[in-house]
C-alpha cells in the first residue's frame, strides 16, 4: 500500500464550496482583450450582442464588420446579426455617422467604443469647458475586480461605404400594410387562376418556393389585383421585377408585401367614366370598289361612287345643264 493512487480524485480544499463556477485564471501576456464588466454582465444586451461586441472589440482597426461579412464567419443569420448590431448601436457601444470625403463621395464611418460611458463623460467635460464651467467629478464606473477603471479610447473598427446594420427596428403591426382584399368574393375560377400564379413563381425563380398555405393565404390578394383589371401578365411582373441579389428566407413575406405596396388604385367609379368604359367600339364602314375608278373606298352603301367620281358627274352635269340652256335660249329667239 505505500505505491500512490494516481487515478483517485484531488482532495477537494476546505472553506470553499463547490457550488457554482469555479475560475481556473490565467495572465495573458499575448493576443488578449481586455473586457469591461459593463459589457460581459450587461443586464439588458442579448448574449449574441455581447458576444459580437467582444469579437469587434477583439478586431484591429480597418476591419469590416459588415452584416454579410459576419455572417461568413458565425454561424448565425444575417438577421440576428443585425439585430445584435442594432443592440449594440442602441447602448451606445457602436455608433455609424456619414461623413463627406474630400473626393465628394459619402462614407458610413463605424465607430467602436470600448466604455460608451467613458466617452459620454468625456464629451460632457468637453461641453463644459467651451462653456467655461468647470467639469464635474464623474460618478464612479464600476471596474473590474483588481483593475483600476481605464476610459480607453473609441476603436475605430470600419469606414465603408456598404457597411449596414439593418432596418431599424419597428413595429411590425404598425408598419405593415394588410393584404389587400377583393371586393366580392373571386369565383373558383379567379381563385384558382390567383392560386396557379402565385404557385408558378417558383418556375421563374427558384427562391420564390412557397408553401401550399401561403398559396391559398396570398391568393385572395391576388385576386383583387386581378378585380381592379390588372392582368395575370402584370400582376407577375410586379412579383418578379428588381428583386434582391441575396437569398430569399421568406419569399411569402416578400410576394405579400409586394402585393399590397404595389397595389395600383382601382379606376375612378364616376358617372362621366362609366359612361366613356360603356361606349359601344367604333364601327367602320365597310371597303368596296368604286364603280367609276375601281379604287377601293370606305362606304356604308353599295354601289356608290368615290367622292373624286362623285364631285366629276356633279361638275359633268352642270356643264350639259348649261349647253341645253344656251341652246334653248338660241331657238327662242
Known sequence: MAEKNLSAPARSRSGGS????????????????????????????????????????????????????????????????????????????????????????????????????????????????????PPADPPAVEAAEGQPPVAAPPLVVDVDVDVEMGPPAMDTA?????????????????????????????????????AQAEVHRLAPAVAAWLERGLSVTDVRRALLERLPDEPIRHPAGLVGHRLAVLL???????????????????????????????RAFRSEKRGE????????GEGDGEDEARIRAVIAAALAA
Open 18 to 133: 463547490v457550488a457554482g463556477v469555479r475560475h481556473i485564471k490565467f495572465r495573458h501576456t499575448e493576443r488578449f482583450t481586455v473586457l469591461g464588466n459593463h459589457l460581459t454582465q450587461h443586464p439588458d444586451l442579448s448574449l449574441t450582442a455581447i458576444g459580437l461586441a467582444a469579437h469587434i472589440q477583439s478586431l484591429p482597426d480597418g476591419i469590416r464588420i459588415g452584416i454579410k461579412e459576419l455572417a461568413k464567419k458565425f454561424a448565425e443569420s444575417e438577421a440576428r446579426i443585425a439585430a445584435a448590431l442594432r443592440e449594440l448601436g442602441a447602448y451606445g457601444y457602436l455608433v455609424r455617422s456619414k461623413e463627406r470625403t474630400a473626393s465628394g463621395t459619402v462614407v458610413t464611418r463605424t465607430v467602436f467604443y470600448d466604455n460608451p460611458t467613458a466617452g459620454v463623460r468625456a464629451a460632457v467635460a468637453d461641453l463644459a469647458c467651451e462653456a467655461g464651467e
Open 305 to 312: 361612287r368615290c367622292q373624286d367620281c362623285r364631285f366629276e
Open 264 to 294: 395600383p388604385p382601382p379606376l375612378p367609379a364616376t358617372a362621366a367614366t362609366r359612361s366613356f368604359y360603356a361606349l359601344p367600339p367604333v364601327r367602320r364602314a365597310p371597303f368596296q370598289t368604286c364603280d367609276g375608278c375601281e
Open 174 to 210: 404598425k408598419t405593415q400594410l394588410p393584404l389587400p382584399v377583393p371586393k366580392s368574393e373571386p369565383t373558383a375560377e379567379i381563385h384558382r387562376t390567383a392560386a396557379d400564379l402565385l404557385a408558378g413563381l417558383r418556375g421563374v425563380d427558384p427562391r420564390l418556393r412557397l
